[in-house]
């Protein structure tokens, strides 16, 4: 997916993303580099762009602040840096303003592009934290866990990652695939989780990007044991498809704010099928020192996938600055 050109903190960030269409536009040259076997990539894209990339270097990732010249809380500048798109930017405005309470001088720098472009600025020292997501990040690494689980995702990214940047401490909060149905449907079949579907497929359409079928018709019958009636190509319009009745099931992303705003259901997926995708920070470990790396764990610790949705919301729906969703956020977590 394609990088667009750096813009000021204080810009506009682009239109929110979608499954298939919903990443943004900018992002579409490289979506091909997005086909790689985790769970964002593996039917919508990757929150990052790119894909696997056989150039990332591998090596040890260990805990940061141990390498020498650390900066930070120590009185050195961070660098933030974050992809173009909304959510990453907004992300990127928490780990700022989060580090800045804690007395850490930062300096922002978002908008850049996507992973091609952000991967080699944080290895070369250029950025020093970047809003990651963990399965996405360890696909472009070319790794893979042997379980769809946070442990092991961030385990084998630990083992993966080159010695010089390192992964803290994931948040619970995701950027995935989800099946959505809309609240009356799951009303009257009962439905809370992918599982439910099993015996009640066959009545429902589904629906979600072009390539939603050929990349998650097989794996939802060998994990869930689902066929469908019938997979539609419904692109960004997944959500409003869901809600009006012409799917009935919907791969809609988990922080896409149409999920509230048309008060569709998420089914969990207690299979796993999607995979870990947890908002992560990455850091340059000569960058960022204790003290900063405790601000970005209490960040991480206080983040869930319903908080960054309803963040969303205000910034994607409502068009409230990024910089003053992040503040209010880190107020009310008592994190400024």
Same mark, same amino acid.
């Given at each position: 997916? %394609?990088?667009?050109?750096?813009?000021?903190?204080?810009? +506009?960030?682009?239109?929110?993303?979608?499954?298939?269409?919903?990443?943004?536009? !900018?992002?579409?040259?490289?979506? +091909?580099?997005?086909?790689?076997?985790?769970?964002?990539?593996?039917?919508?894209? #990757? *929150?990052?762009?790119?894909?696997?990339?056989?150039?990332? *270097?591998? =090596?040890?990732?260990? !805990?940061?602040? /141990?390498?020498?010249?650390?900066?930070?809380?120590?009185?050195? &500048?961070?660098?933030?840096?974050?992809?173009?798109?909304?959510?990453?930017?907004?992300?990127?405005? @928490?780990?700022?303003?989060?580090?800045?309470?804690?007395?850490?001088?930062?300096?922002?720098?978002?908008?850049? =592009?996507?992973?091609?472009?952000?991967?080699?600025?944080?290895?070369?020292?250029?950025?020093?934290?970047?809003?990651?997501?963990?399965? !996405?990040?360890?696909?472009?690494?070319?790794?893979?866990? !042997?379980?769809?689980?946070?442990?092991?995702?961030?385990?084998?990214?630990?083992? +993966?990652?080159?010695?010089?940047?390192?992964?803290?401490?994931?948040?619970?909060?995701?950027?995935? $695939?989800?099946?959505?149905? %809309?609240?009356?449907?799951?009303?009257?079949?009962?439905?809370?989780?992918?599982?439910?579907?099993?015996?009640?497929?066959?009545?429902? +359409?589904?629906?979600?990007? *072009?390539?939603?079928? %050929?990349?998650?018709?097989? *794996?939802?019958?060998?994990?869930?044991?689902? &066929?469908?009636?019938?997979?539609?190509?419904?692109?960004?319009? /997944?959500?409003?498809?869901?809600?009006?009745?012409?799917?009935?099931? =919907?791969?809609?992303?988990? &922080? #896409?704010?149409? @999920?509230?705003?048309?008060?569709?259901?998420?089914?969990?997926?207690?299979?796993?099928?999607?995979?870990?995708?947890?908002?992560?920070?990455?850091?340059?470990?000569?960058?960022? $020192?204790?003290?900063?790396?405790?601000?970005?764990?209490?960040? %991480?610790?206080?983040?869930?996938?319903? =908080?960054?949705?309803?963040?969303?919301?205000?910034?994607?729906?409502?068009?409230? $600055?990024?910089?003053?969703?992040?503040?209010?956020?880190?107020?009310?977590?008592?994190?400024?």
């Amino acid at each position: 997916m %394609s990088a667009s050109t750096a813009s000021p903190a204080t810009a +506009t960030p682009p239109a929110p993303r979608r499954a298939g269409g919903r990443r943004a536009a !900018a992002l579409a040259a490289l979506a +091909t580099l997005a086909l790689t076997a985790t769970a964002c990539s593996s039917s919508g894209g #990757d *929150p990052l762009g790119g894909g696997a990339s056989s150039s990332a *270097p591998g =090596g040890s990732g260990t !805990a940061p602040g /141990t390498a020498s010249g650390a900066s930070g809380g120590a009185g050195g &500048t961070v660098v933030i840096g974050s992809a173009n798109f909304p959510e990453n930017v907004l992300l990127g405005s @928490i780990y700022s303003q989060a580090l800045k309470a804690k007395g850490v001088k930062v300096e922002e720098k978002f908008n850049i =592009g996507s992973r091609e472009v952000l991967y080699g600025q944080l290895q070369s020292g250029n950025l020093g934290v970047l809003p990651e997501y963990n399965g !996405a990040l360890l696909a472009y690494l070319g790794g893979k866990a !042997a379980a769809p689980t946070t442990e092991a995702v961030n385990a084998e990214l630990t083992k +993966t990652l080159p010695a010089t940047l390192a992964i803290l401490k994931s948040s619970p909060a995701e950027d995935k $695939d989800t099946l959505s149905v %809309s609240q009356e449907t799951a009303d009257k079949y009962g439905l809370k989780s992918i599982a439910d579907l099993a015996g009640k497929a066959g009545e429902f +359409t589904i629906g979600g990007p *072009p390539e939603f079928k %050929s990349r998650q018709e097989q *794996p939802l019958k060998d994990v869930y044991g689902l &066929t469908f009636k019938e997979w539609k190509p419904t692109g960004e319009t /997944t959500a409003n498809a869901v809600k009006d009745g012409s799917v009935q099931v =919907g791969n809609v992303f988990s &922080t #896409d704010p149409k @999920i509230s705003q048309l008060k569709l259901v998420p089914l969990t997926d207690p299979k796993n099928l999607f995979g870990a995708q947890n908002v992560t920070p990455l850091v340059n470990k000569a960058k960022v $020192d204790a003290t900063a790396s405790a601000a970005l764990d209490a960040v %991480s610790a206080k983040l869930d996938t319903a =908080g960054l949705l309803a963040l969303m919301k205000k910034v994607a729906v409502d068009k409230e $600055d990024p910089s003053a969703v992040a503040k209010d956020w880190l107020k009310s977590n008592g994190l400024s």
